[in-house]
């Protein structure tokens, strides 16, 4: 996998937009968890990842036994959480002459407690891993770990005691953190509790990502990326209603563009708020689309008013790139993101979500009634048109990609949710591509939400639903307390970094279902 | 190595002598120090340990490189320090889109830097070997450790960044810690620069054991033992004179007596003071050579009154082991400390050990003119004829000890400083010593202070500094920056735990160089 590292980047800093975003800091809410139970991680070769977590003793009886150098321990908190964590231990036997010496690994599945992070040797950094050795001079203690961590499990191994004493540990908890108030989500009761199911653990997934900013992952980055925030705020809006939080967002994004207007892929905001300098075709244009969003969910003139500027720019930007065809050019160093998957032509999703994006550009110009409206009605007819004409295959009714005339999933997926067809050819090919499944399929599940929105908007609810059961379903099956950051029913061990210890497994772009259920009401 | 553990161990606090000694706590003057070069360590077989530290570059100049995954640097800081360590980091290249992770490993030698300690495998516990493993979520960040280490160089392993970043160190200091105030000390000028340079290292290694007590190793231990104690305070008598932090030290141990009324053979002062479960037949009556040592210098004759009774049960206890030929009774399940020397025999050592703890005794209550003198003086007489009746081997010439008649240095060491025998005899009993040097020999500097002291008070000053030469001046050849706790010159590596690792290089009961040194016009 490469990454995107911009030589002489210029950020042109908007101090007002920046404060904006500040004042609208969320409250965060923290409450008190305690473990569950003391589990043991055994093989099974027929769970995900071949580990499966078993119930050995309430987590009650821990301070039962008391703990020497090589013991260890696994505690499971019942469901994920994110949050911090604080330790109580005292010793027992003669007075502690040595530090304890104590390791902790924390994970989200199974597999982060029985496969060793030493192991780990994926391209992404392995201080993602989460795990901590500690040394406590003096003991009786309390230990608050000063970290965020994400999981489910923690493990405690001694590695070092002396010989002269043990210890026993007690009061563990979490003091589990989400800037989401639960109690705003209005429940849903329905017949069918896959579905029921599937919508309460995507809130508990959009929930655990609410931080500070709707982060992607509370274990891994943490940030605030543009694609996943245009997906959390949609579902947002069907639960939580916490729109604030993703005005910030969109403040955030605002207060840092390049010195051509365009803005990041993602940002930090910690130390201070930093543009990265990673910056995607699809997910500048998703600016716009997340300032539409807002603006239908919340009718919040002014931040439209203050804000169109940024997303029309996106918007300029983006046709910037068309060729004397009206086509996005394709070439080998530029950057969409669309989807992960392997050897994916990015130029025909990519002008979808030119389309997709313009046309919201045009709602909110209505809206505004400013005279960018003509010019992109009349930009986005000649490249609707653009696309039909050179992009579709008569032959193969798909549309093709990249100078190969790849046929992918997405392509068909993103040409459907931009409208470019009538709704019959669209329900027709849907069809066709669920039928004759082109190689260049789909990787993740923010993929997957486009395939069952464009299988929606295409009339194929059954489909939908069916694919949702499949995929989100399968999750669930495969034991998830939140939605993954990718998931492959054919292929469980699935990781793009090299290693399934490093996924992600609580991701904010897999947190779509609930918003599926309750926006096309399945 | 056998420890020991007490069980139904009853503890008599004495608030009031506990809060004279929180009372006498002491101010911890604090001094910062810089690193002063970037060392590689190197093996070479001509060195202790097999290793090496070889100046690379100025410390000045380690913000010239950036590090990145898998680099790492040595630093020295020039000298032993004993205190707090504080880092900066700042990121280079990209905003950094992964925790930073951080190997520390900090040592007082240079085989600390180049063997690993997860090889360590010896008893002690390995929670001694000074590391850390951190994780830095916002960069640029200032990292202040939370514990004390003592160390004069510290390696840093850069684990992890990720591909998009590099980070820079800046501005590592330590914040040095010692209630030692070093301005105190009246400098000698010695025309032999040798003794001159023990006298410096002893007064070092002296300053970094002082800290809220006297530390046995501010690396490793870092409590209060009654033998260490003794001889610290002979030190400081010397050279430093924080008289009130002895005084300190004997109202902790006379704070925490058990129900017999003796004194455990160390403490520990956090998280409050507790006695341990260790009682040493000779480190219990040196308390009473303590406080007689304390009042021969201090005169504090409040004191001595206040804390007699404690030091007199001592002696009464000691007492209570006499056979009836008024031999301590020789058994495989007692206590008595003397060194650590393999196979050692300590019944004569104890003896000798009583008999020149009661003289002293004896000189206390003639200050305190009370009636315990009489029958202590009786006492004495029969204990040293009884010694002499008993354990002195004719036709050896040596004093025997146990069932075996082993002959011991250290019984004729302890013999001699007990004043059992004349001038002349203990002369050529300690000529004999050294020219027969019988096989069961000294370990410890302990036990080297001993044997100097033994020779000294024999009239042998050459023979005396002779053997400090060959052995703390081997440890300054050697590349000392304190006296260690172990040391033989004929077996470098030799380490009583099983690892040279884990030995402490900064030992009180190394710091005696300087009292003998002055005491006896060296």
């Given at each position: 996998?490469s990454?995107q590292?911009?030589?002489?980047?210029?950020i042109?800093?908007?101090?007002a937009f920046?404060?904006?975003a500040?004042q609208?800091?969320?409250?965060l809410?923290?409450t008190?968890?305690k473990?569950v139970s003391?589990?043991?991680?055994k093989?099974?070769?027929n769970?995900?990842?071949?580990?499966?977590?078993?119930f050995?003793?309430p987590?009650?009886?821990?301070a039962?036994?008391?703990?020497?150098?090589?013991?260890?321990?696994?505690?499971?908190?019942?469901?994920?959480?994110?949050?911090?964590?604080?330790i109580?231990?005292?010793p027992?036997?003669?007075?502690p002459?040595?530090?304890?010496k104590?390791?902790?690994?924390i994970?989200?599945m199974p597999?982060?407690?029985?496969?060793p992070f030493?192991?780990?040797?994926?391209?992404?950094?392995?201080s993602w891993?989460?795990?901590?050795k500690?040394?406590?001079?003096v003991?009786p203690?309390?230990i608050?770990?000063?970290?965020?961590?994400?999981?489910?499990?923690?493990?405690?191994?001694?590695?070092?005691?002396?010989?002269k004493?043990?210890?026993?540990?007690e009061?563990?908890?979490c003091?589990?953190?989400?800037?989401?108030?639960?109690?705003d989500?209005?429940?849903?009761?329905?017949e069918?509790?896959?579905?029921q199911?599937?919508?309460?653990?995507s809130?508990k997934?959009?929930?655990?990502?609410m931080?500070d900013?709707?982060?992607?992952?509370p274990?891994?980055d943490?940030r605030?990326?543009?694609?996943?925030?245009?997906?959390?705020?949609?579902?947002?809006?069907?639960?939580l209603?916490?729109?604030?939080?993703?005005?910030?967002?969109?403040?955030l994004?605002a207060?840092?563009?390049?010195?051509?207007g365009?803005?990041?892929a993602?940002?930090?905001i910690?130390?201070?708020?930093i543009?990265?300098?990673?910056?995607l075709?699809?997910y500048?244009?998703?600016?716009?689309?997340?300032?539409h969003?807002y603006?239908?969910?919340t009718?919040?003139l002014?931040t439209?008013?203050?804000?169109?500027?940024?997303?029309?720019?996106?918007?300029?930007?983006a046709?910037?790139?068309?060729?004397?065809?009206?086509?996005?050019?394709?070439?080998?160093?530029?950057?969409?993101?669309i989807?992960?998957?392997?050897?994916?032509?990015?130029?025909?999703?990519?002008?979808?979500?030119?389309?997709?994006?313009?046309?919201?550009?045009i709602?909110?110009a209505?809206?505004?009634?400013?005279p960018?409206?003509?010019?992109?009605?009349?930009r986005?007819e000649?490249?609707t048109?653009?696309?039909?004409?050179y992009?579709w295959?008569e032959?193969?009714?798909?549309?093709?990609s990249?100078?190969?005339r790849?046929?992918?999933w997405?392509?068909?997926?993103?040409?459907?949710?931009?409208?470019?067809?009538t709704?019959?050819?669209?329900?027709?090919?849907m069809?066709?591509?669920l039928?004759?499944?082109?190689?260049?399929g789909?990787?993740?599940p923010?993929?997957?939400?486009h395939?069952?929105?464009a299988l929606?908007?295409?009339?194929?609810?059954?489909?939908?639903i069916?694919?949702?059961?499949?995929?989100?379903?399968?999750?669930?099956?495969?034991?998830?307390d939140?939605?993954?950051?990718?998931?492959?029913p054919?292929?469980k061990d699935?990781?793009?970094y090299?290693?399934?210890?490093?996924n992600?497994y609580?991701?904010?772009?897999?947190?779509?279902p609930?918003?599926?259920?309750?926006?096309y009401?399945?």
């Open positions: 996998m990454i590292k911009v030589e002489n980047q210029v042109i800093r908007n101090q920046i404060e904006k500040e609208l800091k969320p409250q809410f923290e008190v968890v473990p003391i589990v043991e991680v093989e099974d070769s769970v995900i990842h071949g580990w499966k977590a078993e050995m003793a987590a009650s009886t821990l039962d036994t008391e703990y020497g150098k090589k013991d260890s321990f696994i505690l499971d908190f019942g469901n994920h959480q994110v949050g911090y964590l604080t109580n231990i005292r027992s036997g003669s007075p002459d040595a530090p304890l104590l390791k902790l690994t994970g989200e597999v982060e407690m029985a496969e030493e192991n780990y040797d994926g391209w992404l950094s392995s891993l989460q795990e901590e500690i040394f406590v001079d003991l203690a309390t608050t770990l000063p970290r965020r961590y994400s999981f489910r499990y923690v493990k405690f191994e001694v590695v070092d005691t002396s010989p004493y043990r210890v026993v540990f009061n563990i908890e003091r589990a953190i989400t800037s989401a108030n639960i109690n989500v209005d429940s849903v009761s329905h069918d509790t896959e579905i199911k599937m919508d309460e653990i809130i997934t959009l929930a655990d990502c931080q900013v709707f982060e992607d992952g274990k891994r943490r605030l990326w543009l694609g996943d925030l245009r997906l959390q705020a949609l579902a947002n809006y069907e639960t209603k916490n729109n604030d939080l993703v005005k910030r967002c969109l403040y994004f207060g840092v563009p390049d010195d051509k365009k803005v990041p993602n940002v930090f910690a130390p201070k708020l543009a990265d300098d990673t910056y075709y699809d500048s244009l998703f600016f716009t689309a997340t300032l969003d603006y239908m969910e009718k919040d002014a439209l008013k203050e804000l169109w500027p940024t997303a029309y720019r996106q918007i300029e930007l046709l910037e790139r068309l060729d004397e065809n009206n086509i996005v050019k394709d070439s080998s160093d530029w950057w969409s993101f989807d992960w998957q392997e050897g994916l032509n990015k130029q025909t999703p990519s002008q979808a979500v030119l389309i997709y994006t313009m046309k919201q550009a709602r909110l209505k809206e505004l009634n400013v960018e409206k003509d010019l992109l009605k009349a986005l000649e490249i048109v653009a696309a039909k004409t992009l295959d032959k193969q009714q798909f549309f093709i990249g100078a190969d790849q046929v992918s997405a392509s068909q997926i993103w040409m459907v949710l931009a409208g470019v067809l709704q019959d050819e669209n329900k027709q090919l069809n066709r591509l039928i004759e499944k082109p190689t260049i789909i990787a993740t923010y993929m997957y939400h395939l069952v929105e929606l908007v295409s009339g194929e609810k059954e489909m939908a069916s694919e949702m059961k499949t995929y989100w379903g399968g999750m669930i099956r495969d034991g998830a939140t939605f993954w950051e990718l998931y492959d054919k292929n699935f990781s793009p090299g290693s399934h210890l490093i992600s609580c991701h904010a772009w897999s947190c779509t609930t918003y599926l259920i309750r926006k009401n399945l």
